[in-house]
Antibody, heavy 122, light 108 residues
Framework: QVQLQESGPGLVKPSETLSLTCAVSGYSISSGYYWGWIRQPPGKGLEWIGSIYHSGITYYNPSLKSRVTILVGTSKNQFSLKLSSVTAADTAVYYC???????????????WGQGTLVTVSS | EIVLTQSPGTLSLSPGERATLSCRASQSVSSNYLAWYQQKPGQAPRLLIYGASSRATGIPDRFSGSGSGTDFTLTISRLEPEDFAVYYCQQYGYSPGTFGQGTKLEIK
């Protein structure tokens, strides 16, 4: 059974960088698939942030691309998200998930982490 | 980017009834790359349908998806108490993948 677990600070100050890690168990990232991040502001809908392949190939939502970096750490079977220059609008539950997309188009998400709430506030 | 509009915003039904949820895209979705998710309070979304009509692993057959082009439907044939939740559609035919705003299915 594939399982994902997000971790990271729950509170980030405005203008700083949000950093989260997703630990994957039950499946080796290096075996394939893309791995993605999705966020959901409180009481609102879902927004795809970006995804990464085990080789390091990434693709990002253009609306966030200038601020987002996703990295993979195959030695620990995890991948990470960094979002810079955060504002209150970045307050959301952040999910990691397995992405069935490819290098030329996005995919759907079949396994999800439980999500972690990140609040941007001074 | 493709905008997905879900209707109705809220659907009030009773257990045992049939639910029909709509998802309309602002342009044709490539190869019917359309997925549906169920989300309950405090939980992550759960994949129900992909490819417009293929049920994900472990999803009961009372859930079915249909449609093509710009109009897609999720049907729940006979509502069970655990089906009351928020449902989202997602297109993944064009980057960026986008989600609808959700339909809340509530108990009448």
């Amino acid at each position: 059974q594939v399982q994902l677990q997000e971790s990271g600070p729950g509170l980030v100050k405005p203008s700083e960088t949000l950093s989260l890690t997703c630990a994957v168990s039950g499946y080796s990232i290096s075996s394939g698939y893309y791995w993605g991040w999705i966020r959901q502001p409180p009481g609102k809908g879902l927004e795809w942030i970006g995804s990464i392949y085990h080789s390091g190939i990434t693709y990002y939502n253009p609306s966030l691309k200038s601020r987002v970096t996703i990295l993979v750490g195959t030695s620990k079977n995890q991948f990470s998200l960094k979002l810079s220059s955060v504002t209150a609008a970045d307050t959301a539950v952040y999910y990691c998930a397995r992405d069935w997309g490819g290098s030329t188009r996005p995919g759907y998400f079949d396994y999800w982490g439980q999500g972690t709430l990140v609040t941007v506030s001074s | 980017e493709i905008v997905l509009t879900q209707s109705p915003g809220t659907l009030s039904l009773s257990p045992g009834e049939r639910a029909t949820l709509s998802c309309r895209a602002s342009q044709s979705v490539s190869s019917n790359y359309l997925a549906w998710y169920q989300q309950k309070p405090g939980q992550a979304p759960r994949l129900l349908i992909y490819g417009a009509s293929s049920r994900a692993t472990g999803i009961p057959d009372r859930f079915s998806g249909s449609g093509s082009g710009t109009d897609f439907t999720l049907t729940i044939s006979r509502l069970e108490p655990e089906d009351f939740a928020v449902y989202y559609c997602q297109q993944y035919g064009y980057s960026p993948g986008t989600f609808g705003q959700g339909t809340k299915l509530e108990i009448k």
